[in-house]
């Protein structure tokens, strides 16, 4: 399980200008080895339902829509750098397990046009979703970007990574694994 600090996600240009190269986009002190650590309100919890426009708006990503697997929803931005090294991760995780393990990645961004470019210099092919005004990110309450929430095939949150950080994808891998036994 992943303990973090509770710290509010600053905008674009202050994560850019203070973090600027940091493992998470947040906040200082944010991350999965704060000192200040507490639990995430939604370990252990059903994991908020959604439903979000994709990128181009002609389809819809739900939560429902993967109900039996393993997810990983992941909170992220088009000015993260940590969510560029992220992506390739989630991407490989992703046919690793293949149909029985979903990856959503949920972009905060203020406007959904820099997504697919993003998705394609990063070489994600999961399903991506705009949270338009926030709304979703607020029911989960990411503290940084990116924060990615596991979620077993039952709809509960098990595992919560704030910030992406190197070894990650080892994390990720063995968490999946146990959630498929």
């Not at 090294?85 to 820099?114: H, N």
């Not at 210099?121 to 929430?149: H, N, R």
Request: charged share 15%; aromatic share 10%.
């Amino acid at each position: 399980m992943i303990r973090f600090g509770r710290t509010a996600w600053p905008t674009a240009a202050v994560c850019t200008a203070l973090l600027l190269g940091a493992p998470a986009c947040g906040g200082l002190g944010s991350g999965a080895n704060s000192a200040a650590a507490e639990q995430h309100p939604l370990l252990g919890a059903a994991a908020p339902a959604f439903e979000l426009a994709s990128p181009d708006g002609k389809q819809k990503v739900s939560l429902r829509s993967f109900a039996g697997k393993v997810v990983v929803v992941d909170f992220w931005a088009t000015w993260c750098s940590p969510c560029h090294e992220s992506f390739p991760v989630y991407q490989r995780l992703a046919s690793k397990f293949g149909s029985k393990l979903a990856v959503i990645g949920v972009s905060v961004d203020e406007a959904p046009g820099g997504i697919a470019p993003f998705a394609k210099g990063t070489g994600a092919t999961f399903p991506l979703a705009w949270d338009e005004g926030q709304i979703t990110s607020k029911s989960y309450q990411p503290p940084t970007m990116p924060t990615s929430y596991v979620i077993d095939a039952s709809g509960v949150v098990r595992f919560v990574h704030s910030g992406f950080h190197s070894g990650e994808e080892q994390e990720l891998e063995s968490e999946i694994s146990s959630l498929l036994k």
